[in-house]
């Protein structure tokens, strides 16, 4: 981490605080410098035993990260936990940003409290025939998980129920707010469905409305399922022009159940606030795989909360729970009837996908991945066992176009061929490039460039020049809340024959429908036939093209492995040096913080 990658509001921070200080040390200058730094890297703050080994702490001379931490504490700039100080030093050497610092801790109290919490008496026996309409026998000496799940969702006021593609989030979710309505009786029971980003909220209304329809339970407790889903920001209240939101600890959300789906999306500032916006009896539940990628903005909050890489059981309590209503076996932990780990009843994990069948190359491939297995995962793909995942080589930048032609040509002809904005969007969702980096010569911005040459040697766009061309597909990159357009959300720029065939912007509508936007009143946007990995969760496409880089990058990760071959449902083709990808998928995410140590201990 040389000084030079310091930028400039790293820069600027670092003498604000020296400034303060009334000093210019340079011990103090650098540790607020990489603090600022971590913070925009994702991190929630900067643990000082790392930044030790960092080049700028090294031409410092800084070799103990005990010796720093006191030399650091000299300065009325930096605090101890619960000083107002704008940095806050703790017992294990993490700097942080006070108000970073003001998230995480909030953020732990309100969930171990939430985690611990009982609600009122339930009607067990209206539980437990619920709980056998909704969700089907299970062989003898079989754990259910959907089942542990919803039991887990009833019976407390906090529960994180993940799992990965196609493991039944959504619709363990839904008969979770049906067994919700039931216990309500009658009485009024106010529930919101969020989701962190436009498009994610978008596929949860989906998928609520697909389930709905097909639900065992009567038709009243039926038409008080939601449908409306929103995104977080506006579930809040946000202010434009502020970071605020207009439901806080003060004005708390009029809601008994929030749910919110692609939950490892999430970054800390907004995880926090939300959780300070319930009201005291309100639940919160949290849906998400906690193996994808974390929140491009500080935090691997979902991660931390559900304790990524542990294995838990649950407390006598919740297994005898089990036992009666649905008689699942459950392995107990003696220590987790302590309050300080009732998390442990907080938190399910669904195990059996319903996606990938047993000879599913993606499926395996993904258990291999999420494992850190990476000789394994080349050699299941240099076996050839499987039809639906493939590897090749990484192809030099200069002849990337030609090498990938046929496969873009056999992947968005389809689309280019349809027949009307419907079948475009239909048939352009069924395969995707997928890229680690956005800049380079195997990023998105190279990649999408490559794309258009290619469809126009083979006759299939004409872009002549234009900013905009029949059969553009574009992605919104910044919300406009007048349009109902958000970021992540893919349009595709066609003839309209409702207006004599000039070129409109098609986007879906929240009720499955298609509507029309003149491409000048688009928000910032970018083409999207190739897009970066972040970008892609919350989407599902029958097929993936995932191109990596010809040499190593930080963003390269198991999680970002793992989220971009499971996008697909259908086939997965790689590219990507063996090296490479076996070094990606040995390496995990960190962002540091001390959230997963404060819940769990």
């Not at 504490?73 to 294990?92: E, K, M, N, Q, S």
Request: aromatic letters at 6%.
């Amino acid at each position: 981490m040389p000084v030079d990658s310091l930028n400039d509001i790293d820069r600027h921070f670092a003498a604000f605080i020296c400034r303060l200080a009334g000093t210019d040390d340079r011990r103090l200058w650098l540790a607020a410098a990489l603090v600022s730094q971590a913070v925009g890297s994702g991190h929630v703050c900067l643990d000082l035993g790392s930044a030790m080994a960092s080049e700028p702490a090294t031409e410092e001379g800084i070799g103990d990260p005990a010796a720093w931490g006191k030399q650091l504490r000299c300065w009325p700039v930096i605090g101890h936990p619960g000083d107002f100080t704008p940095l806050v030093l703790d017992r294990a050497n993490r700097l942080y940003l006070h108000r970073y610092w003001r998230y995480e801790q909030q953020l732990a109290a309100a969930l171990i409290r939430r985690g611990a919490e009982v609600p009122a008496a339930i009607d067990e026996a209206l539980l437990k025939d619920g709980v056998r309409r909704l969700f089907p026998a299970q062989a003898c000496g079989v754990t259910d998980w959907q089942r542990i799940a919803a039991l887990a969702a009833v019976s407390r006021r906090f529960c994180v129920i993940s799992g990965g593609p196609g493991t039944g989030k959504t619709s363990t979710v839904v008969k979770v707010l049906v067994l919700l309505l039931e216990q309500a009786a009658g009485e009024k029971c106010r529930i919101a469905l969020a989701a962190p980003t436009g498009k994610a909220a978008a596929r949860l209304k989906e998928s609520i409305l697909g389930a709905r329809g097909s639900i065992d339970c009567s038709d009243a407790v039926r038409e008080l399922l939601p449908t409306d889903v929103s995104t977080l920001h506006r579930l809040l209240g946000f202010v434009r022009g502020s970071s605020c939101f207009r439901h806080n600890r003060e004005n708390p959300l009029p809601f008994d159940v929030i749910v919110v789906d692609e939950a490892s999306m999430v970054s800390l500032p907004l995880m926090a606030k939300l959780v300070d916006a319930l009201a005291d009896n309100a639940r919160l539940i949290l849906l998400g795989d906690r193996d994808q990628l974390a929140s491009v903005e500080a935090g691997a909050v979902l991660g931390d909360i559900s304790n990524t890489g542990a294995v838990h059981g649950f407390s006598r309590t919740f297994c005898d729970l089990a036992g009666r209503i649905s008689g699942d076996p459950l392995a107990a932990e003696p220590y987790a009837e302590e309050a300080s780990h009732r998390l442990h009843d907080a938190i399910v994990v669904l195990r059996k996908s319903y996606r990938f069948a047993a000879d599913s190359g993606i499926g395996a491939l993904g258990n291999l991945v999420n494992e850190g297995n990476g000789a394994a995962a080349v050699a299941l793909l240099r076996g050839k066992t499987f039809t639906d995942i493939a590897l090749n080589g990484c192809p030099p930048a200069e002849r990337l176009g030609e090498t990938l032609a046929k496969s873009i040509c056999a992947g968005y002809g389809p689309y280019l061929k349809g027949n009307g904005a419907g079948e475009a969007h239909e048939r352009f969702g069924r395969f995707r490039i997928l890229c680690a980096l956005r800049q380079g010569p195997y990023g998105t911005e190279t990649v999408n460039r490559l794309v258009e040459a290619a469809l126009v040697r083979e006759g299939l766009i004409n872009p002549q020049g234009h900013r905009w061309y029949a059969g553009q597909p574009v992605m919104v990159t910044r919300n406009d809340y007048a349009l109902q357009l958000f970021n992540g959300d893919i349009g595709i720029i066609l003839p309209d024959p409702a207006v004599d065939n000039e070129l409109r912007a098609f986007f879906p509508a929240a009720d499955g429908a298609l509507r029309s936007i003149l491409p000048l009143r688009l928000p910032e946007h970018e083409t999207a036939y190739a897009m970066t990995v972040h970008k892609s969760q919350g989407s599902e496409f029958d097929r993936v093209l995932l191109l990596l880089p010809d040499r190593q990058s930080d963003v390269l990760t198991r999680e970002l492995i793992y989220t971009a071959i499971t996008r697909a449902k259908t086939g997965v083709d790689l590219w990507a040096p063996d090296d490479l990808l076996m070094w990606a998928i040995e390496r995990r995410i960190e962002r540091k913080s001390g959230l997963r140590e404060t819940l769990w201990g």
